[in-house]
């Protein structure tokens, strides 16, 4: 059974940089056809998909975070990484990592086969 469990700093200053991790359990995340997924939801607003890192290493970021989104993965730790450049109060959110045998490009948890429990960002000086 996977697991994912996300950590993070919970308060960042803007214009920082935030880092969040994603370990994993139940699996490497180098599984073959596997895809490691970044979702957020920000309050008031519709979850949205932020990027993802394929099995084979691979990234995708969506259009609006390609400039500041970057995934990393260390597999010696079975983790994956996200970091988030320049940071305003509009990326406060909750923060979820969610894995999938597809490319989902989704907010939507439920569409997922595992997700972890989210992590609060607040990004506020």
């Known amino acids: 059974h996977v697991q994912l469990q996300e950590s993070g700093p919970g308060l960042v200053k803007p214009s920082q940089t935030l880092s969040l991790t994603c370990r994993v359990s139940?699996?490497?995340?180098?599984?073959?056809?596997?895809?490691w997924n970044w979702i957020r939801q920000s309050p008031g607003k519709e979850p949205e998909w932020v990027g993802a890192?394929?099995?084979?290493?691979?990234?995708y970021y969506t259009p609006s975070f390609k400039s500041r989104a970057t995934i990393t993965r260390d597999t010696s730790k079975n983790q994956f990484t996200l970091q988030l450049t320049s940071v305003t109060p509009e990326d406060t959110a909750v923060y979820y990592c969610?894995?999938?045998?597809?490319?989902?490009?989704?907010?939507?948890?439920?569409?997922?086969?595992?997700w972890g429990q989210g992590t609060q960002v607040t990004v506020s000086s």
């Open positions: 890192m394929a099995y084979t290493g691979r990234t």
């Open positions: 969610a894995r999938d045998k597809y490319m989902r490009k989704t907010g939507r948890l439920e569409d997922y086969d595992y």
């Open positions: 139940g699996g490497p995340i180098t599984t073959d056809y596997v895809y």
